[in-house]
């Protein structure tokens, strides 16, 4: 597609629920990325792919946040027994090159009750 | 640790006048890129200009430029002939290795 599409716009869950949000990458780009906006408005980075292959996941809280892009399929961010705190617009991009622009999505909005 | 300070919370400039936004950074390398985004209510992120840290000239894109001060570690937007379309939440944004460092944003509020 000609842009980042990012499903759904919005999800509800309780605490203690699991979260699964989606990403279409530009065909074409290699790289994604996932960033996490909160309510003050700080980006924090969480992981990037190369393809389907993990190229940096510094930024990722490991014990409840998961995440894949497999050939063929939408990436995917999966959060195991969210928390309060995860809620938060995670904005997935993507981009040709390692560096350069980034392309982002409309951000998907997890709300956590 | 690379940074990114926006020291103004928020700006307010008259429809049609000049309005500059700042942005300070921190790194340690010697090549990267900066970028700054708008981000409107529908909270898009939309890139607005970008800047090769190697490229000593300032970049510009129609009303948008940037001031690149390498030196100093300062890129500021300047917002020429402002519209009301121009209000909303501007990011600046540091790239090194893979990732985006972003400042804290800046809101702009363009008057009529």
């Known amino acids: 597609g000609e842009e980042v599409a990012q499903t759904p716009k919005h999800l509800v869950r309780g605490e203690g629920q699991k979260a699964k949000l989606y990403c279409a990458p530009i065909?074409?780009?290699?790289?994604v990325f996932w960033y996490q906006q909160v309510l003050k408005n700080e980006f924090k980075f969480l992981i990037s792919?190369?393809?389907?292959?993990?190229?940096?996941e510094t930024g990722m809280p490991k014990e409840r946040f998961s995440a894949k892009c497999l050939p063929n399929s939408p990436c995917s961010l999966e959060i195991q027994a969210t928390k309060l705190e995860d809620s938060a617009v995670y904005f997935c991009?993507?981009?040709?090159?390692?560096?350069?622009?980034?392309?982002f999505g409309e951000g998907s909005r997890l709300t956590v009750l | 640790a690379q940074t990114v300070t926006q020291s103004q919370p928020e700006m307010s400039v008259q429809e049609a006048e000049t309005v500059t936004l700042s942005c300070t950074y921190d790194?340690?390398?010697?090549?990267?890129?900066l970028f700054w985004y708008k981000q409107p209510p529908s909270r898009q992120m939309i890139l607005v200009i970008r800047?090769?840290?190697?490229?000593?000239q300032n970049a510009t894109e129609n009303r948008f430029s940037v001031n690149f001060q390498k030196a100093a570690k300062s890129f500021s937007l300047k917002i020429s002939d402002s519209q009301l379309g121009d209000a909303a939440m501007y990011f600046c944004?540091?790239?090194?290795?893979?990732?985006?460092?972003f400042g804290a944003g800046t809101i702009l509020r363009v008057k009529s």
């Open positions: 991009a993507s981009s040709q090159g390692r560096t350069g622009e980034l392309f």
């Open positions: 065909k074409g780009h290699s790289y």
């Open positions: 792919f190369q393809n389907e292959n993990v190229f940096d």
């Open positions: 790194t340690s390398e010697s090549d990267y890129y």
């Open positions: 800047q090769e840290a190697y490229k000593q």
């Open positions: 944004a540091l790239e090194y290795g893979n990732k985006l460092v």
